[in-house]
């Protein structure tokens, strides 16, 4: 540090400053001037007198000079900017200053360069438009801002370098290990003054001083301290490790930093204080803590409002496709929105609330949308997690802004977004804080409760909200009054994925008509949310156009559906040769088992390619849209997903990790049957589903059931599996031919496709198994995926 500061001669200084202001410049005032010097030659400057009573290094007191005069630059540039408030620089005179300080060049009105003359002009014409109080505030404004800029590079300069006291020069810096490997040992330490704030510590030795080698030591030794606090301790330790006696011991003492340090101190402080005032004083900010808290409570709320300008809905009930009944029950919401009359006449009340609930991607919040548009009525939304805030209170606060709001521009229609976040069950547990819930979702659940209660229904504001978890909301939000109707969005049908289909296939380039993908698609995609099928519209469209292509085709639908269901071909995922043969036994048992047995689906396709979804093969089969399942269905669904771990087993004789997907789908099916549907002979039919919002921590919640029945249940779930799998084992030992032909041809071709299959082995035993012709070959989503 001291080395460092030793460097730091003054002129480099004045050398910065002359560059970053080129028209004044450092020098005295002498007719030796060096023509076509960029930089006039830089005398030393004599040290005042109220810096030579400082007790400070030479190189500080130079440093301070410098500082002393960048501040008489910025006030003699200010002083040429602005001449009316400071006096004009009068042509033909030299701009003097006292002795010892710094000068300006001297300069006529010839001399001016285009750039100042520029300035003064500007200066000038400013000075005529603008008022004589708003100039001084200028100047006040700039002059506090170089002060306190210059007091925060002497503040960091100091907090870098300063000095520590009153020092003579001739500080050696030392390591802790030399100090006590070197000087301790001699004896001869006077003292040692520690300074906490730079965690620094001077060793002063005394005159004359010599190791037990007769070598000479200096004066006043510097130790960088890792730890104050330990200090005084490790050197005692250090002393009694030498066995030095009582009489030696060092003398340690502790001293704070000379005053420079606490006037610079105050000095930024007044200066960012000022700097403040003066801010907030320009710009005319007052700072209140009501204004806070008002902007902590103001509701965020997103407004649609029909009769402003631009805020109209576009969406329609013709935008949205499918959701057919539920189209039918929120149409009654608009025609009373409509026609309010018709209902009050017969003495009528219209719901106050509807809720929306079913799987993700359903279009709950596009169907509230399109109410609003069809209604042309004010649409207003917000997310149940924006009522939720650390402070406390936050969450209710808003929501009666939300009602105030409504109650402003009714007739009008609130829309809260998975208000699971705040409408969860009430417990005593959560009362206090612990369980599930909070005091301050209780508390905003508490205000929707009121504010729902207190609405008349002849205001006409409708409350929409909608979940996907509708199972954990309170039962006091759920009964007559206040969410009246509860509407079921569900997965669309095969009818309803075949009208979205072709409302997302218009919106792209298609070498064929929608109508000639979408029955196809829709058959080939059951389970699909709206979500989903507009996503894979979408991949298509984005095949097509990373691969250059005009038009949307088959090829680039039948990507997209692999990539969706399956993820993207990782072809990079290079396998070993044995991997690669295990994975075609692997998904050839999926397909042989699955082809002999009587109640599977027809295969479409089978392959070995890696996927991105850490899938190294799948199996696609062609599902069927079925709610009613029986015993024998179910077995051999099981039996086609063991088929891999069979074939497995009966060709390597040992058996691997890749199965493991199947195991999870074939124990979670035998427990169903055993414990929910009650297929069990032996158990009988009992029934103990899952308890709603238990279903991860199921361990944790009190069983129906003894410890004695558990038992039982899981022997039978056990004895369920075993059987569907030496049955599958059964199957792959007798047609062992046809295995290893399916295994041959995938390792050859890597992807079978149903025909492919066909002509190896020959037709399914029990006939086709309602397969679906396709353009081409698009995949479909299996009901069952067995991934390898």
């Not at 002795?99 to 300006?104: D, P």
Request: glycine share 6%; charged share 25%; hydrophobic share 40%.
């Amino acid at each position: 540090m001291i080395r460092l500061a030793s460097v730091m001669p003054s002129t480099s200084m004045k050398i910065a400053v002359s560059r970053l202001f080129p028209r004044l410049y450092f020098r005295r005032v002498t007719a030796a001037t060096i023509s076509g010097s960029r930089h006039p030659p830089i005398t030393s400057e004599p040290i005042p007198a109220s810096l030579a009573q400082l007790h400070l290094s030479p190189i500080w007191r130079s440093f301070l000079i410098d500082l002393r005069n960048l501040l008489a630059v910025l006030n003699t540039r200010l002083i040429r900017r602005h001449p009316s408030n400071s006096g004009r620089v009068r042509s033909g005179r030299s701009s003097t200053a006292p002795a010892g300080r710094i000068l300006t060049r001297t300069s006529t009105s010839n001399e001016l360069n285009d750039d100042e003359k520029g300035e003064r002009n500007e200066s000038n014409d400013e000075n005529g438009k603008e008022d004589p109080e708003e100039q001084k505030k200028k100047e006040m404004l700039r002059r506090m801002r170089n002060v306190f800029m210059v007091t925060l590079v002497i503040y960091a300069a100091f907090m870098l370098f300063g000095p520590v006291g009153d020092l003579p020069p001739g500080v050696v810096g030392t390591t802790w290990s030399d100090f006590t490997g070197r000087l301790l040992p001699t004896g001869q330490i006077w003292k040692i003054v520690v300074f906490p704030e730079r965690e620094i510590a001077f060793v002063y030795m005394y005159a004359g001083a010599k190791t037990a080698s007769g070598e000479n030591l200096e004066r006043i030794y510097r130790i960088q301290i890792p730890s104050v606090n330990r200090f005084e301790g490790e050197v005692r330790a250090a002393e009694a490790a030498l066995k030095l006696p009582p009489e030696l011991w060092t003398q340690i003492q502790y001293r704070r930093l000379d005053g420079v340090s606490s006037v610079l101190t105050l000095l930024v402080i007044g200066a960012v204080a000022l700097g403040i005032y003066f801010l907030f004083k320009r710009v005319k900010i007052s700072f209140n803590i009501t204004d806070v808290m008002s902007s902590l409570t103001k509701t965020k709320l997103n407004i649609i409002d029909p009769h402003s300008k631009g805020g109209k809905l576009k969406i329609k009930f013709k935008d949205v496709a499918g959701l057919h009944e539920a189209k039918i029950e929120v149409s009654e919401f608009v025609d009373y929105l409509k026609n309010p009359g018709r209902y009050t006449k017969l003495g009528a009340k219209l719901p106050k609330g509807a809720l929306l609930t079913g799987p993700p991607g359903c279009g709950k919040t596009l169907l509230a949308k399109a109410l609003a548009a069809e209604s042309s009525a004010p649409f207003i939304s917000m997310n149940g997690t924006e009522f939720v805030e650390m402070i406390g209170g936050l969450g209710a606060s808003r929501i009666r802004n939300l009602f105030k709001e409504a109650k402003s521009r009714a007739p009008c229609i609130i829309y809260i977004d998975e208000i699971d976040a705040i409408g969860r069950k009430r417990s005593d547990a959560s009362a206090s804080g612990f369980g599930s819930g909070s005091g301050e979702e209780e508390q905003t659940l508490n205000q929707l409760l009121v504010e729902m209660d207190g609405m008349d229904s002849a205001q006409g504001i409708i409350v929409l909200a909608s979940t996907n978890r509708a199972d954990i909301l309170d039962k006091a939000l759920l009964r007559p009054g206040r969410f009246d109707r509860h509407i079921t969005i569900d997965l669309p049908t095969v009818l309803e994925r075949k009208e979205m289909f072709e409302l997302y296939l218009k919106r792209i380039k298609l070498d064929h008509k929608p109508a000639y993908y979408s029955r196809r698609l829709a058959q080939m995609t059951p389970g699909f949310s709206g979500a989903d099928i507009a996503n894979v519209v979408n991949e298509a469209a984005i095949r097509a156009a990373s691969t250059e292509k005009a038009l949307v085709t088959v090829e680039e639908l039948d990507f997209s559906l692999q990539r969706v269901l399956a993820g993207a071909e990782k072809r990079s995922r290079t396998l070993i040769e044995e991997e690669r043969e295990i994975v075609a036994y692997h998904e050839s048992g999926h397909a042989l088992v699955g082809w002999l047995l009587e109640y599977t689906d027809a295969l479409l396709k089978v392959s070995i390619i890696p996927r991105t979804s850490a899938a190294l093969g799948f199996a696609q089969i062609s599902p069927r849209e079925r709610k009613l399942f029986t015993k024998e269905e179910l077995f051999d669904r099981m039996c086609m997903s063991l088929g891999g771990r069979a074939a497995e087993s009966v060709v390597f004789n040992r058996i691997t990790t890749g199965a493991q997907d199947d195991l999870e789908k074939v124990t979670k099916s035998a427990y169903a049957q055993v414990k929910i549907y009650g297929m069990s002979e032996r158990i009988g039919p009992l029934s103990f589903p899952p308890q709603p919002g238990f279903e991860a921590e199921a361990e944790f919640y009190k069983k129906p059931y003894s410890a004695m029945l558990q038992h039982a249940m899981d022997q039978e779930a056990s004895n369920i599996v075993s059987k569907a799998y030496f049955t599958a084992e059964k199957l792959i030992r007798d047609n062992r031919n046809l295995l290893e032909k399916l295994a041959r041809t995938l390792l050859e071709k890597e992807v079978l496709s149903y025909e492919d299959i066909k002509a190896l082995i020959g037709p399914p035993k029990y006939g086709d198994k309602q397969v679906i012709e396709l353009a081409e070959h698009i995949l479909p989503k299996p009901e069952s995926n067995a991934t390898f």
